[in-house]
């Protein structure tokens, strides 16, 4: 991976959990001061509440990404270590779709003259864990990938010994 896309990359990053930690401050702001009254027309104290669970989901990703390139640069993406950052997106993935479900259970409340809009937004979080269950498949391809590396290692040091 070459420097200009780590930088890119990292950038992108870091603006992303930046912003997240600012939505994050000014929704609990809102909450605790109360000023910002609802009207009534839709539960915004629980809309609220999961977006700044949502926003969680997205900060973990994030780091988890970060350490993963961090990692790439650094030659070491293929080892047992690279699981745990791997697993966390994974998590993170199907924390924001359980997220958008239960925004989806929120919102269904006010869309029966339209029960569509509540299929299509499940139908999003159904999409969300596929996100998720593709991941799952190139953690799988890792797995593959550090099993053939200690497998190479340890064919280098058995012909090693032999010369």
Known sequence: MGKLAVHALRAVLGVVLAGTVLVQAMM???LVSGSDPEDGKLPLTA????TLAGMVSVQVAVVCVWRLVTMVRR?????HAAFRYVD???GAIVAAA?????????NAPGQRDDPG??????GIGLAILG????????????AQAVARD???????AELDEVI
């Open 28 to 30: 609990v702001w809102v």
């Open 47 to 50: 809309l609220r509440l999961i």
């Open 75 to 79: 030659g070491t993406v293929f080892s």
């Open 88 to 90: 966390g997106v994974i």
């Open 98 to 106: 359980l997220v958008w479900f239960a925004v989806t259970a929120v």
């Open 117 to 122: 809009v509540t299929v299509i937004m499940a």
């Open 131 to 142: 996100v998720a269950l593709i991941v799952l498949v190139l953690r799988m391809l890792l």
């Open 150 to 156: 200690v497998e190479a290692a340890q064919m280098q």
